[in-house]
């Protein structure tokens, strides 16, 4: 059932904007993307890429090449993927006092070090979350219940050769190649498209797969509307260091949103 009147999509995109930015015909303010696996292993996907101890000598000589590239852009803000009970304040304000000692996650390795070096007084944190927002065991549910368990295994499958394919990459490149790899087009499609097969297992009395990708995109958009509160100006350059899986459709937010300018990695690669 509907209710209310359905609102233009260009007031859609205002009702989550800085409204003194929605009026502006100048400059827009940057937004940059980066997906990264989760260095520290926080495994709380269904497949989880295994990454080797980013503290080593080597992937800490990696890391500092990422932060040169990241430099590249001129931040002036850095959003992170908070990790659950984290206070990232006091943290990040311990780190810049030296009394803190930054943890295999990429929250720490790439955001609090960059940060830290370009003399920036804190990070913000953007997640969010949107009650269940990734009911698979109901899709699972249904799919046993109207004979679909094949195709969504099949779909799953999907997704787990993209995380095996990840995590093979990184066993034989440096950081940011892995980097590279995660963020380029092919890849952000390869991890899309499952959500629109999975969109499929439904009927009119249960939307199992549709509301799956539905409260996924609920919680993208809310973390897409945390990013855009940081703007404060039309020179604001918001780097964003998020799990690859969301990459995507942070992405395309940004890219629908007429009043910022969306960033990618491969600009500041090559």
Known sequence: MRTGTLLPEWCLVA???PSSLTAQTGGRPEIF????????????????????DMLSAQRQHEIAQVIEVLKRFHPTKIAIEDQENQDVGREYSDCLAGKYTLSRDETNQLGYQLAKELGQ??????????????????VINYAKAHGRTPQL???????????????????THTVLE????????????ENISPYFEVA???????????DLLGNYYL??????????????????????IYGYGH???????????????????DEFTH
């Open 247 to 265: 990459l995507g459709w942070l992405r395309q937010n940004a890219r629908q949103d007429p009043t910022v300018r969306l960033r990618t990695l």
């Open 121 to 138: 007084a804190q990070v913000y944190p953007v997640n969010a979350w949107a009650g269940n927002d990734f009911p698979l065991q109901h």
């Open 153 to 171: 295994e099949t779909i799953m499958a999907e997704w787990g050769a993209a995380v095996k394919e990840l995590d093979d990459f990184l066993k």
């Open 200 to 210: 499929r297992l439904g009927d009119p009395l249960d939307y199992a797969g549709a």
């Open 219 to 240: 919680r993208n958009i809310r973390i897409y509307q945390n990013i855009v509160n940081l703007i404060d100006s039309p020179s604001e350059r918001i780097l964003v």
């Open 33 to 52: 993307i980066v997906g990264s696996y989760h260095m520290a292993n926080r495994n709380h996907d269904v497949y989880n890429v295994q990454a080797d």
């Open 178 to 189: 892995t980097l590279e790899h995660a963020n380029s087009d092919a890849f952000v499609a």
């Open 15 to 17: 009702a989550v904007l």
